[in-house]
Nanobody, 117 residues
């Protein structure tokens, strides 16, 4: 069974940091492009960061220099280190595993991140 489980969300003050984790099971993690999306209330999901199978990374302009995506293939886990958090970063964050060869992907269940004083 293909599954992604996110963790690490929560409440943090502006300027603070959080690290999100997404652990995969049921598929060959190292073969998948891994992404983090976020969804603001009432909006569509937007891509935050992605990391390729070769660990090439890309970021949305809004998070460049503040967020870092990494992957640990031995642990089947992708991370999103978030620093200098702003209230505008408040959203539900989703992990997404994408297989380029099939143009198919799998979503995690999402984890809430709230940035507030």
């Amino acid at each position: 069974q293909v599954q992604l489980v996110e963790s690490g969300g929560g409440l943090v003050q502006p300027g603070g940091s959080l690290r999100l984790s997404c652990t995969a099971s049921g598929f060959t993690f190292s073969s998948y492009d891994m992404r983090w999306y976020r969804q603001f209330s009432g909006m569509e999901r937007e891509l935050v960061a992605r990391i390729s199978t070769g660990s090439i990374t890309n970021y949305a302009d809004s998070v460049k220099g503040r967020f870092t995506i990494t992957r640990d293939n031995a642990r089947n886990t992708v991370y999103l280190q978030m620093s200098s958090l702003k209230p505008d970063d408040t959203a539900v964050y989703y992990c997404y595993a994408y297989l380029i060869s099939t143009d198919n992907g799998t979503w995690g269940q999402g984890t809430q991140v709230t940035v507030s004083s």
